[in-house]
C-alpha cells in the first residue's frame, strides 16, 4: 500500500488515498472511552472490507481538556490546521460550560471551518428500546444550519462595559425598539444573525439530498410567526431556493410546493411548519417528515429529541460538513456524559455511527455497510450497554468497550 496522504478535493469532487490521514479528537468525559472503543471498529470494518489495501492512518489533534492541560490552549492552531489541510475528520464530544467560561469548542470548529451544514440522521435500528410504540416511522435526516442563529456567540453580559456600551447605541439608535426592553437595567443580550446566503446554502444542501436519496419531502422548521426576519425569513429564503433553483411550483396556491427528482422522476414536496408544532408531531406522526430544513437552534433541541424517539444519544450520529470546500468533521450528537466519564460503561453506537457516516462519506461504503451489519447483528444479539439493557427483556449487559467488539464480531 502506498504511503500515507491527506483526502485532497479537486473539481468539486473528494479525492481519497487508501491510506487516508484522518485526523480525530479524542473528547472530553466519556469520549476517551468511546473513542477507543470506535476506533477498534473503524479498523475492523477497513481490514475486512478492503483486506489490507486501504488503511486509516489516524493522526490525533487535540482539543478542549487534553488541549489545554497539555498546551494552555484548548483548541490549538495545529489542530485547526489538521482539520484544515486533511479535510475529513472526527471527534468525540468537548465540554462546554453553562454561563461563563470559554465559549463552545464544538460551535467554534463548526464557525471557524465554516461547516455549514450539521447532519444528523434518524433511524430506527431493530430491536434498539423506545419509548414510543412505533419508533420504525421515525425516518428522518435533519439539516441544521451551523454557522449562523444565536450560536454566532454575538452576546453582551448584563453589568459588563460592553453591555452598557450597546444598550446606550442601541437605546439611541432604536428608541422605539428599545421601549420593548422589559428590564433595561438588567438586561442581558444576544443577537440572532441569519441571512439569505446562510439559508441558502442550508436548504440548498437539504434538497439536493432528497433527490440523491430518493427522499419524499423536504421540511423547513422555523419559528417565523414570532421571529418574523430571521426564521421567518429561513422560510421565505427557503422556498425560493426550492423554486428558483430546482423549478418548484406551488401546491394550492402555496407556499407548499413540489417539483420533479431529476433522478428518479418522482415528486418531492417542500413544506414548512412551526418549530413547536412540529416537535410535538414527531410523536403524533412521525411518517409526515422526512428530509428536515432548520436553524441552529431550533436543528439542536430537534435532534436529540428525535434521537430519543428511536432509543435515545447512545445511537445519534451526526456529521459537520462544508459541500463546496470538502471539509468535514464527524460527531456524535450526545455530549461528554461527565458522570460516566471513564467507567468504560456509555454507549459508543453514535460515534461509531458517525464514523460509518464518515465513511460513506469518503465513499468507503463496504466499510460503512460492514459498520451497519456489525451494529444490527450486536443489538439483535442483546449485547448492549447500560442505556439500552436498562429498557430491554434479556439483555447481556456489555461495557463499552465490549459493545465495540461485539459489532466487529458481528460484522
Ligand atoms: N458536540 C459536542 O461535543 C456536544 C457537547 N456537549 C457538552 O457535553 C457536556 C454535557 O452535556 P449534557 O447536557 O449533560 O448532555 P450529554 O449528552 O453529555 O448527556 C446527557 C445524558 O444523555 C445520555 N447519554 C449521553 N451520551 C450517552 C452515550 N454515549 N450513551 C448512552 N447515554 C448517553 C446520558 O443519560 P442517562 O443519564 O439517562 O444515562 C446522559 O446523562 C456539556 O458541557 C455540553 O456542552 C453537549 C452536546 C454536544
Ligand atoms: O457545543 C456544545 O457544547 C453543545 C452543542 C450541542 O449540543 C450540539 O451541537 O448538539
Ligand atoms: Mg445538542
Known amino acids: 500500500m502506498s504511503a500515507a496522504q491527506p483526502i485532497t478535493m479537486n473539481?468539486?469532487?473528494?479525492?481519497?488515498?487508501?491510506?487516508?490521514?484522518?485526523?480525530?479528537?479524542?473528547?472530553?468525559?466519556?469520549?476517551p472511552d468511546i473513542w477507543r472503543a470506535s476506533q477498534v471498529v473503524f479498523d475492523a470494518a477497513v481490514e475486512k472490507a478492503y483486506g489490507g489495501k486501504r488503511k486509516i492512518e489516524w493522526k490525533e489533534?487535540?482539543?478542549?481538556?487534553?488541549?489545554?492541560n497539555q498546551t494552555g490552549n484548548w483548541l490549538p492552531d495545529a489542530t485547526l490546521?489538521?482539520?484544515?489541510?486533511?479535510?475529513?475528520?472526527?471527534?468525540?464530544?468537548?465540554t462546554t460550560p453553562v454561563g461563563g467560561g470559554i465559549r463552545s469548542l464544538n460551535v467554534a470548529l463548526r464557525q471557524i471551518l465554516d461547516l455549514y451544514v450539521c447532519l444528523r440522521p434518524v433511524q430506527?435500528?431493530?430491536?434498539?428500546p423506545s419509548p414510543v410504540k412505533q419508533p420504525e416511522l421515525t425516518d428522518m435526516v435533519i439539516f441544521r444550519e451551523n454557522t449562523e442563529d444565536i450560536y454566532a456567540g454575538i452576546e453582551f453580559e448584563h453589568g459588563s462595559a460592553d453591555c452598557d456600551k450597546f444598550k446606550k447605541l442601541f437605546s439611541e439608535a432604536?428608541?422605539?425598539?428599545?421601549?420593548?426592553?422589559?428590564?433595561?437595567e438588567t438586561v442581558g443580550i444576544g443577537i440572532k444573525p441569519v441571512s439569505q446566503e446562510g439559508t441558502a446554502r442550508l436548504v440548498r444542501a437539504a434538497m439536493q439530498y432528497a433527490i440523491d436519496n430518493d427522499r419524499r419531502s423536504v421540511t423547513l422548521?422555523?419559528?417565523?410567526?414570532?421571529?418574523?426576519?430571521?426564521?421567518?425569513?429561513?422560510?421565505?429564503?427557503?422556498?425560493?431556493?426550492?423554486?428558483?433553483?430546482?423549478?418548484?411550483?406551488?401546491?394550492?396556491?402555496?407556499?407548499?410546493?413540489?417539483?420533479?427528482?431529476?433522478?428518479?422522476?418522482?415528486?418531492?414536496?417542500?413544506k414548512d411548519v412551526i418549530a413547536d408544532a412540529m416537535l410535538q408531531?414527531?410523536?403524533?406522526?412521525?411518517?409526515?417528515?422526512?428530509?428536515?430544513?432548520?436553524l441552529n437552534l431550533n436543528g439542536d433541541y430537534i435532534s436529540d429529541a428525535l434521537a430519543a424517539c428511536v432509543g435515545g444519544i447512545g445511537i445519534a450520529p451526526g456529521g459537520n460538513i462544508n459541500y463546496m470546500t470538502g471539509h468535514a468533521i464527524f460527531e456524535a450528537t450526545h455530549g461528554t456524559a461527565p458522570k460516566y466519564a471513564d467507567q468504560d460503561k456509555v454507549n459508543p453506537g453514535s460515534?461509531?455511527?458517525?464514523?460509518?457516516?464518515?465513511?460513506?462519506?469518503?465513499?468507503?461504503?463496504?466499510?460503512?455497510?460492514?459498520?451497519?451489519?456489525?451494529l444490527n447483528g450486536a443489538i439483535a444479539a442483546k449485547t448492549v450497554t447500560y442505556d439500552f439493557e436498562r429498557l430491554m427483556d434479556g439483555a447481556k449487559l456489555v461495557k463499552c468497550s465490549e459493545f465495540g467488539h461485539a459489532v466487529v464480531k458481528h460484522m
Open 124 to 128: 430506527y435500528f431493530t430491536g434498539v
Open 351 to 374: 460515534v461509531i455511527l458517525s464514523g460509518e457516516m464518515m465513511f460513506r462519506y469518503m465513499g468507503w461504503t463496504e466499510a460503512a455497510d460492514l459498520i451497519i451489519k456489525g
Open 61 to 68: 489533534v487535540l482539543a478542549g481538556e487534553k488541549a489545554f
Open 11 to 31: 473539481n468539486g469532487r473528494l479525492q481519497v488515498p487508501d491510506a487516508p490521514i484522518i485526523p480525530f479528537i479524542e473528547g472530553d468525559g466519556t469520549g
Open 81 to 94: 490546521d489538521a482539520f484544515r489541510s486533511l479535510l475529513v475528520g472526527i471527534k468525540g464530544p468537548l
Open 281 to 294: 408531531q414527531i410523536l403524533t406522526r412521525p411518517a409526515d417528515y422526512d428530509v428536515i430544513a432548520t
Open 221 to 270: 422548521v422555523h419559528k417565523g410567526n414570532i421571529m418574523k426576519f430571521t426564521e421567518g425569513g429561513f422560510r421565505d429564503w427557503g422556498y425560493e431556493v426550492a423554486k428558483k433553483e430546482f423549478g418548484a411550483v406551488e401546491l394550492d396556491g402555496g407556499p407548499w410546493c413540489t417539483f420533479k427528482s431529476p433522478k428518479t422522476g418522482k415528486e418531492i414536496v417542500v
Open 174 to 184: 432604536f428608541p422605539g425598539p428599545w421601549k420593548k426592553v422589559r428590564f433595561p
